[in-house]
């Protein structure tokens, strides 16, 4: 059982940036896969990023591409995802996700556990 908290969220203005954290509880984070999800009102819940478990593997949303970076230090159980260059259209709840499997997954069905979501909010 893996329990995740997500933090980092909150008001920016376009073209700013936020780090969003994932803190993870258990012994066995390093071996997971790690992705990040938003959902913005309305719409489905939609992948952002995704990493292997060593770090070496990323896979990033064409929309998010060159601006955001997801990364994880095993050491500390947390899972990063840094967000440059906001606009409004990256405005959502944010969700890690931790995924049993060897290989990176950009579904959702894979992911066996989720945090509560943190609320990401870019001004116009």
């Known amino acids: 059982q893996v329990q995740l908290v997500e933090s980092g969220g909150g008001l920016v203005q376009t073209g700013g940036s936020l780090r969003l954290s994932c803190a993870a509880s258990?012994?066995?984070?390093?071996?997971?896969?790690m992705g990040w999800f938003r959902q913005a009102p309305g719409k489905e819940r939609e992948i952002v990023a995704a990493?292997?478990?060593?770090?070496?593997?990323?896979y990033y949303a064409d929309s998010v591409k060159g601006r955001f970076t997801i990364s994880r230090d095993n050491a500390k159980n947390t899972l990063y995802l840094q967000m440059n260059s906001l606009i409004p259209e990256d405005t959502a709840v944010y969700y890690c996700?931790?995924?049993?499997?060897?290989?990176?997954?950009?579904?959702?069905?894979?992911?066996?556990?989720w945090g509560q979501g943190t609320q990401v909010t870019v001004s116009s």
């Open positions: 258990g012994r066995t984070f390093s071996t997971y896969v």
């Open positions: 990493v292997n478990w060593s770090g070496s593997y990323t």
């Open positions: 996700a931790a995924d049993r499997n060897v290989v990176v997954h950009i579904t959702i069905g894979p992911y066996d556990y």
